[in-house]
């Protein structure tokens, strides 16, 4: 079959199935093609929550799913290839945040989207890269415990001095690879370009940026922006999807090696194979589960805006 035929048949069974297809920002090209919507994790939460379909398919990573399934218990929601993990969500467990909240009471547990469904009952407030700063601005207590990405807590850290921060040393294994060195090298290449990147980036990257913002963010900084060339500093998708979208305008890619291999793992036929029953995992979560991350859930959708 041609990936045209594949789509073909992708998007007339999800509407006699009534299947929403989400799509992380991150997923190729192809699967944006057949998506109901594409966004970052904050946009997917929201749109999990708005779809009027009954069942939705999560082209994207495994904490992406449980989210949708949190917020939408009543729909039947599929990730579309079950291997698809993201190696920060899995970094901390529930044992491990209530030892920290032991070692500082007093303190709230603010935790990055990116963490099992698991780890969100333990929490009291989440958060994506584009609500951070405004979430925890918003947030009525000024002692936070930030888990697990230290780089995303100290980038929310230093916009608001206020705030006391106790942070663990976790983050993306793919935004890490970016250094200092890899800003010098190509700001001398490309004199004339804008650094966009995010906020999982070390701080020595963050710092040096003309923006910092999530994968949507970036995206429409770029769309937006006057100037003509750009270095971007996150997952590789995000150049190519660019590039396609500002034919004019020319994406060069901070490091090489910005590669999610999660991300990369779910295919059209995934999809394909999830519609018809084939493949995909149906996600199912304990009702305290999705009682106890919802509530956290919530209240970043109500300080998120
Ligand atoms: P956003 O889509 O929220 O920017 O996050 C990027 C990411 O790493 C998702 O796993
Ligand atoms: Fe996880 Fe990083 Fe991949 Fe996002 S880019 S899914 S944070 S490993």
Redesign the pocket.
């Known amino acids: 079959m041609t990936t045209r035929e594949i789509q073909e048949q992708i998007l007339k069974l999800k509407k006699e199935k009534d299947v929403c297809i989400l799509a992380h920002a991150?997923q190729s090209h192809d699967i944006w093609e057949v998506a109901d919507y594409v966004g970052d994790s904050y946009g997917l939460s929201v749109q999990a929550a708005k779809a009027p379909q009954k069942n939705v398919i999560m082209s994207g990573?495994r904490f992406m799913a449980e989210t949708c399934k949190t917020l939408s218990p009543d729909k039947k929601v599929y990730l579309a290839n079950p291997e698809a993990g993201?190696?920060?969500?899995e970094q901390m467990d529930k044992e491990m945040v209530l030892d920290l909240k032991k070692e500082y009471p007093g303190y709230d547990v603010c935790a990055y989207i990116?963490t099992t469904a698991d780890l969100k009952t333990v929490c009291d407030v989440i958060v994506t890269s584009s609500s951070a700063v405004k979430i925890l601005k918003n947030y009525n207590s000024d002692k936070i415990i930030f888990i697990p990405d230290c780089n995303l807590g100290k980038w929310v850290q230093e916009q608001m001095p206020e705030k006391d921060f106790k942070m663990v040393s976790g983050g993306?294994?793919?935004?890490m690879r970016m250094t200092a060195k890899h800003v010098e090298k190509m700001r001398a290449l490309h004199p004339d370009a804008e650094l966009l990147v995010h906020p999982?980036c070390k701080y020595e990257v963050v710092e040096k940026a003309d923006y910092v913002g999530s994968t949507t963010g970036i995206m429409n900084y770029a769309k937006n922006s006057d100037k003509k060339e750009f270095i971007i500093g996150t997952?590789q998708s995000i150049v190519q999807h660019l590039q396609f979208e500002c034919p004019d305008k020319n994406f060069y890619l901070l490091n090489s090696a910005l590669v999610?291999q999660?991300?990369k793992l779910t295919t059209l036929v995934d999809i394909l194979n999830t519609l018809k029953g084939t493949g995909g995992e149906e996600i199912i979560l304990p009702e305290e589960t999705i009682r106890l991350g919802r509530a956290c859930i919530d209240k970043m959708i109500e300080l998120g805006g």
């Open positions: 991150y990573v993201c190696p920060m969500a990116n993306c294994p793919t935004h999982e997952e999610c999660n991300m």
